[in-house]
Nanobody
Framework: VQLQASGGGLVQPGGSLRLSCAAS????????WEWYRQGPGKQRELVAT???????NYADSVKGRFTISRDNAKDTVYLQMTTLEPEDTAVYYC??????????????????WGQGTQVTVSS
């Protein structure tokens, strides 16, 4: 299973961006999705999560501005970011807690990471 993130870019303060992360592969099921970010000189931090049932959770710094959602039919997660601030500048990573069947038909639980997409908020 592989994750491919996209949607980053340069945006002015107050602007919006939507990140996407799509999973590809076979015989897998995604349980929870997460978005993380790592700003310059900072540790990676959890931004938002969404469970298989659609429950969401957000870091205090993005509550009310970011929205995480998922499309199970497309095995894709989104992060809608609005009212962006310079402090949101970071590389954003998606992660998926998933199960898949290996070659021996055994169920394996694993966390997969996307490659990261740069978000820069600057005038």
């Amino acid at each position: 299973v592989q994750l491919q993130a996209s949607g980053g870019g340069l945006v002015q303060p107050g602007g919006s961006l939507r990140l996407s992360c799509a999973a590809s592969g076979s015989r897998f099921r995604i349980n929870a999705w997460e978005w993380y970010r790592q700003g310059p000189g900072k540790q990676r931090e959890l931004v938002a999560t969404i469970t298989s049932g659609g429950s969401t959770n957000y870091a205090d710094s993005v509550k009310g501005r970011f929205t995480i959602s998922r499309d199970n039919a497309k095995d894709t997660v989104y992060l809608q970011m609005t009212t962006l601030e310079p402090e949101d500048t970071a590389v954003y990573y998606c992660a998926a807690d998933l199960h898949y069947y290996n070659a021996a038909d055994e169920i394996v639980a694993e966390r997969k990471w996307g490659q990261g997409t740069q978000v820069t908020v600057s005038s």
